[in-house]
């Protein structure tokens, strides 16, 4: 096996990794070789998430990060697209500092 180096890491929406991994697969196609077990399930588990996001994700993420929040929160949010303001507190708790009116931002952006 060939070791690789991280080189950095950046978080991503679940619809921008379902992304990378088509692409990889078309490669492995293309040269008609066996697509890795960790990719295939990978891609299994994000087809199981529900998709159809109404929203552009950019767009999401843009007004998100207009409220100061970090970007792996923004990601989360976006990722899991909470209902109600119970699960935004759940996802923002101990990751930054918060009071309700960013709460009722965040449920109208995503909303």
Same mark, same amino acid.
């Given at each position: 096996?060939?070791?690789?180096?991280?080189?950095?890491?950046?978080?991503?929406?679940?619809? %921008?990794?379902? *992304? !990378?991994? &088509?692409?990889?697969?078309?490669?492995?196609? *293309?040269?008609?070789? %066996?697509?890795? !077990?960790?990719?295939?399930?990978?891609?299994? !588990?994000? /087809? &199981?998430?529900?998709? /159809?996001?109404?929203?552009?994700? *950019? %767009?999401?993420?843009?007004?998100?990060?207009?409220?100061?929040?970090?970007?792996?929160?923004?990601?989360?949010?976006?990722?899991?697209?909470?209902?109600?303001?119970?699960?935004?507190?759940?996802?923002?708790?101990?990751?930054?500092?918060?009071?309700?009116?960013?709460?009722?931002? $965040? &449920?109208? $952006?995503?909303?």
């Amino acid at each position: 096996m060939v070791a690789k180096k991280i080189l950095s890491v950046k978080p991503i929406t679940n619809a %921008e990794a379902d *992304k !990378y991994l &088509k692409d990889i697969e078309e490669e492995f196609t *293309k040269k008609e070789k %066996e697509v890795p !077990y960790e990719i295939q399930q990978t891609k299994d !588990y994000l /087809g &199981k998430i529900p998709k /159809g996001q109404k929203k552009d994700e *950019k %767009e999401l993420a843009q007004k998100l990060k207009a409220l100061n929040l970090n970007e792996n929160v923004i990601i989360e949010l976006i990722n899991i697209m909470p209902k109600n303001e119970e699960i935004i507190k759940t996802i923002l708790y101990k990751r930054t500092e918060f009071n309700d009116d960013t709460v009722k931002q $965040i &449920k109208e $952006i995503l909303q």
